[in-house]
């Protein structure tokens, strides 16, 4: 069983590769933007899919377990975060709001730090690293939390409903030996069902 520890608690970069979902005049190009569409998708629910994998095997709780120290859990788990820390700047480009994508690259650079400090604290068992981790946790959730606000306040009609997928997330993470896994498998299936679902729709449409 391995969760990071201060998600135990109840008080607890990434390269970006953009969806443009714009048309360039009255051209379309659909090979270009189905490509794109299938990798944000299949990231999207790699994302989701990771989490659940990990929460089902791991069997996170709030005390310390004998398979903590498991490479193969210390190893899922932080590539479950670093898979997290690529989605979100891809999906931050998808809802395409002004500042959306500056903030969550603060919360995509905490979950890649997460990820690392994790590796090295219950990997190589060096305890300084928990710091490390905890930081790199804060960073990702005023991270998810000013994305939420942002996208909530600055998007209109339906384009509201996309601040579910960072307000998603923060709940994962708060309550992630409860119900982590499920909640962000929910979460980030329902963004990739998004992307597909809203593929060819104008940008402003998108929006809201």
Do not use: C
Request: proline share 4%; no cysteine; net charge positive.
């Amino acid at each position: 069983m391995t969760s990071p520890r201060a998600w135990r608690r109840p008080a607890a970069a990434a390269a970006t590769t953009g969806i443009s979902l714009r048309e360039s005049g009255s051209t379309r190009r659909p090979e270009k933007l189905g490509r794109q569409t299938v990798l944000a998708a299949a990231l999207f629910a790699f994302v989701g899919v990771a989490f659940l994998l990990h929460w089902v095997l791991a069997d996170p709780g709030f005390e310390a377990s004998d398979t903590q120290d498991d490479w193969r859990y210390v190893l899922g788990f932080s590539a479950a975060l670093l898979s997290l820390a690529v989605a979100l700047p891809m999906f931050a480009q998808f809802v395409g709001r002004r500042g959306v994508l500056e903030v969550s690259l603060v919360a995509a650079a905490g979950a890649a730090l997460s990820s690392a400090a994790n590796i090295v604290e219950d990997g190589l068992h060096m305890g300084w690293a928990f710091f490390v981790f905890v930081l790199g946790t804060g960073a990702l959730g005023l991270g998810l939390v000013a994305l939420t606000a942002l996208i909530a306040t600055a998007a209109h009609g339906t384009g509201r409903l996309t601040a579910l997928v960072p307000a998603g997330t923060l709940a994962a993470i708060l309550f992630y030996v409860h119900a982590g896994g499920p909640v962000m498998f929910a979460t980030w299936l329902a963004a990739a069902a998004l992307v597909v679902a809203t593929t060819g729709r104008p940008r402003e449409t998108l929006r809201g």
